[in-house]
């Protein structure tokens, strides 16, 4: 795969409008964990190489054990593995990310609203529509990820 545009530099100024709206989440209060794991999630769902293999490092240098990070597409059948609230975030990522199929139930947002105040679910949303526009970014520009470089 070889990168179609180098996004970055063609909209150096959108790419920092986004990079705002990433600072922000890191320091809303949210922990870094469970926003990696949303992170890697949307991207397994959207099919972004380059942001799963970013975000799983991520996660691994975050300290996370590789048997958890190699069942995050099927966190559902994992048992206790996931705490309640990484659950809860994981699955509020799956409907919001599939938002077109899925029109976010009721059911869903009262499963995640039990879980999250309304600015950590108001901030999670954030993080996911950011990681949905990034995903968007990456696989229409072709961006190489860097487990394809070495």
Known sequence: MTLRLDYAN???AGMKALGGVYGY????GLPAQLVNLVYLR???INGCAYC???H???LLKGGLDVEKLVLVPAWHEAG???TEQEQAALRWAETVTRVAETTVPDAEFQAAR?????K???DLTIAIGLMNAYNRMAISFRAVPAAAKI
């Open 25 to 28: 989440i890191t320091q809303s």
């Open 56 to 58: 799983s490092r991520d």
């Open 120 to 122: 950590e679910l108001a």
């Open 80 to 82: 206790a593995l996931f």
């Open 10 to 12: 063609a909209s150096p």
């Open 114 to 118: 039990a879980r999250f105040s309304d």
């Open 52 to 54: 799963i293999d970013m």
């Open 42 to 44: 949307v991207s397994q």
